[in-house]
T-cell receptor, first 109, second 114 residues
Framework: GQNIDQPTEMTATEGAIVQINCTYQTSGFNGLFWYQQHAGEAPTFLSYNVLDGLEEKGRFSSFLSRSKGYSYLLLKELQMKDSASYLCAVMDSNYQLIWGAGTKLIIKP | ETGVTQTPRHLVMGMTNKKSLKCEQHLGHNAMYWYKQSAKKPLELMFVYNFKEQTENNSVPSRFSPECPNSSHLFLHLHTLQPEDSALYLC?????????????FGQGTRLTVV
């Protein structure tokens, strides 16, 4: 079966760095997405990786290792507004997105 | 504002009611989706439409009935729902079904079945 695993909840301090991991087992691979979802709001796109390596976008970076079925989202200089759920999703061979359950990130002052 | 609008934002319905959820996008996208989001569970893909044609129906019970009259609008018709159907229903759209295609989500309809 297809499976995406990510931690349920993480806590970090304002100004610090946090890494949210995602491991996957899917039927085929056409890229991995990270989305951010604030409570009561729509998920919004953060990043897309299809090749191995690091993609940097401001304070957020996303890493992919296809051989290990592994990705992480790195958030630097954490701000209170970064408190949200972070969703990992893999596009399988049928171009369907397979979603993880999300990681709730709590930022403390 | 993501360009995808869902109405209503909240809905409470009895198990014998019939209601419809509406989704609208004016992003010029060709693909539209219905997802169910339950607490602490992965997003569940329910239906996919591409160029107004349904391409996926992931074993969704018949009490959920989608309708896509044109590429900008998507409906989810609900009838004789069960309490376990209470969840956040999210609509999304994307340019197409190819890789590297970002999905844009609406804010969802919070459905409570009583």
């Amino acid at each position: 079966g297809q499976n995406i695993d990510q931690p349920t909840e993480m806590t970090a301090t304002e100004g610090a760095i946090v890494q949210i991991n995602c491991t996957y087992q899917t039927s085929g691979f056409n890229g991995l997405f990270w989305y951010q979802q604030h409570a009561g709001e729509a998920p919004t796109f953060l990043s897309y990786n299809v090749l191995d390596g690091l993609e940097e976008k401001g304070r957020f970076s996303s890493f992919l290792s296809r051989s290990k079925g592994y990705s992480y989202l790195l958030l630097k200089e954490l701000q209170m507004k970064d408190s949200a759920s972070y969703l990992c999703a893999v596009m399988d061979s049928n171009y369907q997105l397979i979603w993880g359950a999300g990681t709730k990130l709590i930022i403390k002052p | 504002e993501t360009g995808v609008t869902q109405t209503p934002r909240h809905l409470v319905m009895g198990m014998t009611n019939k209601k419809s959820l509406k989704c609208e996008q004016h992003l010029g996208h060709n693909a539209m989706y219905w997802y169910k989001q339950s607490a602490k569970k992965p997003l569940e893909l329910m239906f996919v439409y591409n160029f107004k044609e349904q391409t996926e129906n992931n074993s969704v019970p018949s009490r959920f009935s989608p309708e896509c009259p044109n590429s900008s609008h998507l409906f989810l018709h609900l009838h004789t729902l069960q309490p376990e159907d209470s969840a956040l229903y999210l609509c999304a759209s994307s340019q197409d079904l190819a890789e590297n295609t970002e999905a844009f989500f609406g804010q969802g309809t919070r459905l409570t079945v009583v």
